[in-house]
């Protein structure tokens, strides 16, 4: 072999020696990812997302996969001819519609994820917040202020959900049998209405429940940056606070941090935002030393 080759072979050898402690230290512990933006309409970044998931799987961690769909779920609508209202980021949902967003979730997206996780070798069972009873949701409740008068008004999203009890019976049964579950963010309230919950939130309420080691919100962005443009790599909920206070943190950052601070509060131990459309993303931030994205913890 020539010494290029035995370098490669080396380089390979001392990045598994790198990510052993990680592999001893979380065997056996759930990883909760939210899959979505760019990375769901890349046949290559998906195959690399569920290379990624099957791999932890065979080190002996138990990923769990919540996924979006809100392009795809604008696009039938589009395709329907039915006009779409958005109040912060959350569409407004009738009942057709709310119709349409579990046809594309738990049926065209979801079967599809599973179909890239067993190409990969995995087993996945794709499910949504119904199956089992797992999530049981319940009405989203927002306001927004008058341009005019600034008099906070209440907002009737519709069918739009958040969880209020997470039943963890199944992920952990499926995950026992070695299947990797992949969740669609669909669920019923106590009097059977179906609703569509953001898929972040769905996330963060699975792992706070599950007492996951990691919570992955993969987006489309680096992770969150300071003043001058530069990767945070590590933030605390005061951090957060204060970077909100301050505009640091605006837009569809936000919800975001919201989630991953309720999710570490709420017993997850920590969650990371990072950039889903880098290759291994996840990987890089969690089995070797230098990370990627920034991780929140309590």
């Known amino acids: ?19 052993l402690p ?10 909760v990812v939210k899959y979505g933006g760019h990375a769901m309409g890349d046949p290559e970044a998906a195959q690399d997302f569920a290379e990624d998931i099957v ?4 080190v002996g961690i138990n990923p769990v996969v919540v996924h979006g769909g809100g392009p795809q779920i604008g696009a039938m609508l589009k395709k329907l001819g039915v006009e779409s209202q958005f ?11 709310a119709k349409v967003a579990e046809m594309v979730l738990s049926g065209a997206i979801n079967k599809e994820l599973v179909g890239w996780i067993t190409q990969a070798g995995g087993k996945a ?26 008099i906070e008004q209440a907002v009737d999203l519709g069918f739009v959900g958040e969880p209020k009890e997470v039943d ?33 939130t769905m996330a963060g309420a699975i792992a706070s429940a599950l ?14 940056l300071d003043k001058d443009g530069k990767l945070v790599t590590d933030l605390k909920p005061a951090d957060i606070a204060r970077m909100r206070g301050d505009g640091t943190i605006s837009g569809g950052m936000i919800p975001k941090l919201e989630t991953c601070v ?3 509060e709420g017993g997850c131990e920590a969650a990371v935002v990072l950039d889903g459309r880098v290759p291994h993303a996840m990987l890089l931030e969690f089995f070797t030393s230098r990370g990627a994205g920034t991780l929140i913890s309590a």
């Open 87 to 97: 109040v912060d980021g959350l569409r407004v949902t009738d009942r057709e519609t």
């Open 211 to 224: 007492g996951a080691a990691r919570l992955f919100l993969l987006t489309d962005v680096a992770g969150v």
């Open 125 to 150: 069972i794709g499910i949504s917040g119904k199956d089992g009873k797992m999530v049981v949701a319940e009405k989203v409740k927002r306001t927004v202020k008058d341009p005019d008068s600034q």
């Open 168 to 200: 963890t019976t199944i992920l952990e049964t499926a995950s026992k049998a070695g299947m990797i579950p992949i969740i669609a963010p669909i669920a019923t309230d106590d009097a059977g209405h179906t609703y569509n919950i953001n898929a972040d």
């Open 55 to 58: 791999l932890l799987k065979a």
């Open 1 to 19: 072999m020539t010494d290029t080759t035995n370098d490669r072979m080396l380089a390979k050898a001392e990045t598994l020696i790198e990510a």
């Open 262 to 264: 309720h999710a570490v």
């Open 22 to 31: 990680y592999f001893q230290r979380y065997a056996g512990r759930s990883f």
